[in-house]
């Protein structure tokens, strides 16, 4: 473990990967998390490492939609278990949302974990997959849901998911809630609402917003913000703060380093 | 291990990761190889996930520079090795140029597994710095280079590389060819010629034009190409296919199609 010290530039950057390599260790994040979380730090690099207004608004729309869903369900894998276990409990107990842990690379012992783990944080709702079923649309071991969780939901709040899944619970005609730092990838243009930012700092603001959002008078307002909201439009407008950045970088003089 | 279908849209993608994974449980790759590969996967996106005619001009000139070198040599990492071991050694063989072993996370037991593991692809000229000398400019373990190979050469081909190093191997006086899909990486702007590609795609195109301009009858040519290249020209191409695709993507009209 390396002492970090707070003044360092990269910071945040350096704390998140140390709490998914420590991750790897425990067992609950596994190689291809690493992998996975270093692009995303690529695109945070590109878009300022700090949420834009953009994604704000995104994460708002988000949080409506889990605040006035029928049936809510977080879904966790290892690298959401590993980055924001407490943030997770606590938006479980706020939105009543069990939470489903689905593994890309699936195992039972990986799966224990992880439930453990967030147990440790105080989740009391968590299902596993244990009663599955199969999503139509993928082969893989991912098609699995819990027959009463992600199955019997209306709107899934999924980080950091693969664009295989992404789109299988799309077309199963979920709302998909996706945070992913990429707004090329394939999850980020399924899902129903695309939060493109980090995923501790969406969570804070989900958090944030939820707790706002649940104390409003008139709850018109979160059908509003929903109905609102443009994807399309919101994806568009992340490659245009991405774009804009790097004509900014490209034009600067000194030298440039993604660390 | 994920069995993964040819005809998944990321299919080279998610076989490049299965060979990074691989090469840390082998113990050839490292934690901080597999999050720089996801940075490089995230600027592979935005280049298209394809060689673009830019790289490939580049790749040729790389070619020409290890083609009519006194004493090329290929720098090998954890991350290279895991990826394209058998091309290396394919060059190796093509161009007469021996294989050095240089990590940024420096071990003798890494620099042993991965010997171990070229061999097992038929490597036979292997360097590993038993005998070496430290580059100036450089503090840490990086500075260290082989007195039988890197320092004795002319023209070092350093896929995926170090700012650090690549800085202080080009200012020791050496043509640097590099393999970055960052093109604002230090790395990219030290280089004497910068191929901003993925490497196993690299790796394809460097041996087909070496077995071609190997035949070729006139080597002037080959001259020709190293003169009329102009790196910088390259780096600002780079930055502008990566400006124009987020430009299309960020103003196209209807559903978005990024492939």
Redesign the interface.
């Known amino acids: 473990m390396v002492t970090v010290s707070k003044d360092h530039p990269r910071y945040n950057s350096l704390i998140l990967?140390d709490k998914l390599?420590d991750g790897?260790k425990k067992g609950i994040t596994?190689?291809?998390g690493?992998?996975?979380?270093?692009?995303?730090?690529?695109?945070d690099y590109?878009i300022g490492e700090s949420s834009t207004t953009n994604a704000l608004a995104a994460t708002e729309v988000a949080s409506a939609y889990m605040l006035t869903a029928q049936r809510p369900i977080l879904s966790v894998n290892g690298n959401v278990a590993a980055l924001v276990p407490a943030e997770l409990v606590e938006l479980s107990e706020m939105i009543g949302a069990p939470l489903e842990i689905n593994l890309?690379?699936r195992s039972r012992q990986r799966i224990e974990k992880i439930e453990q783990h967030l147990r440790d944080f105080g989740a009391r709702r968590i299902l596993t997959g244990r009663d599955y079923v199969r999503l139509p649309e993928i082969?893989?071991?991912r098609a699995k849901v819990d027959e009463r969780g992600i199955l019997l939901s209306d709107v899934v709040f999924v980080p950091l998911e693969d664009?295989?899944r992404s789109e299988a619970l799309k077309k199963s005609g979920k709302t998909v809630l996706a945070v992913d730092l990429?707004p090329?990838?394939?999850t980020a243009?399924a899902a129903s609402v695309t939060v493109v930012d980090e995923l501790t700092r969406t969570m804070g603001n989900v958090i944030e917003f939820t707790k706002r959002m649940q104390n409003a008078e008139d709850k018109e307002v979160l059908e509003v913000l929903k109905s609102k909201f443009d994807n399309?439009q919101n994806?568009?407008?992340s490659?245009?703060i991405?774009?804009s950045r790097?004509?900014n970088?490209?034009e600067s003089d000194g030298?440039?380093?993604?660390t």
Do not use: M, W
């Open positions: 990967r390599v790897c596994n190689f291809h690493l992998i996975a979380h270093g692009r995303g730090e690529a695109f590109l890309y690379h082969a893989s071991e664009g295989d990429n090329l990838s394939r243009l399309v994806l568009k407008t490659y245009s991405i774009l790097l004509q970088l490209s030298p440039l380093n993604i």
